[in-house]
């Protein structure tokens, strides 16, 4: 029996997901500590009344912002086949964060924001998929060295943040700036320039160039 979600769930939903996106835009052009709920709810075409009915604080709101980030990661982790090599995993992920960042759905890492961090180590969602996530990548990068991809030159801690900050890198935005690259050969180039110091001799032959 098919359950049929109510009219107002479903606009209700819609609205909770428009929010987010808008917090993702603002989160990247201003920062965690710049944004203000005014800004979310002009952002949205809303109340701010309206906007409280879905989150009650500018914390809530960032935090509801990463965590969709981090299940829509892991979920993108869950697509690749185990037969996938591990360091074409991560040069998946790498090249999916990349262009989700260029759609506008990335926002700035908690890192930079001393009141965000503070925020979400009291959010146990987050925290749960963050540890999750960051098991799974290490995981990746460990058997992605098993199989020789990787240069025993770098430890795997670095290859695993750094991973997590090109996908916010500014570069980006420079380059999008720029308007000389469009953005197929952005997220190409990025790719190549940060796995081309991870890889081992043999994986660097065998990979791909930047478009």
């Known amino acids: 029996m098919k359950i049929r979600i109510p009219f107002k769930k479903q606009q209700f939903d819609a609205r909770e997901e428009a929010i987010i996106d808008a917090v993702n835009r603002l989160l990247s052009e201003k920062g965690y500590d710049l944004m203000t709920m005014d800004d979310v709810a002009d952002a949205v075409g809303i109340a701010k009344g309206s906007l409280y009915k879905h989150f009650s604080s500018k914390d809530k709101l960032a935090a509801a912002a990463l965590i969709r980030l981090l299940n829509a990661t892991m979920a993108e982790l869950e697509t690749l086949p185990e037969t996938m090599p591990e360091i074409e995993k991560i040069r998946h992920i790498l090249t ?7 759609e506008g759905g990335v926002p700035h890492l ?4 001393l009141t965000l961090q503070r925020s979400l180590m009291l959010n146990l969602e987050y925290i749960t998929l963050a540890l999750k996530m960051h098991k799974r990548f290490h995981a990746m990068v460990a058997k992605a060295r098993e199989q020789g991809a990787l240069t025993p030159l770098v430890p795997d801690d670095v290859l695993v943040y750094t991973l997590y900050s090109r996908a916010c890198d500014p570069t980006v935005d420079f380059l999008l700036r720029d308007k000389r690259m469009s953005h197929e050969q952005i997220v190409a180039a990025m790719v190549h320039a940060t796995l081309g110091g991870f890889l081992s001799e043999s994986a660097r032959s065998a990979a791909p160039a930047a478009a």
């Not at 999916?96 to 260029?102: D, E, F, Q």
């Not at 908690?110 to 924001?113: A, F, I, K, Q, V």
């Open 96 to 102: 999916w964060s990349l262009k989700l960042r260029l």
């Open 110 to 113: 908690p890192s930079t924001s």
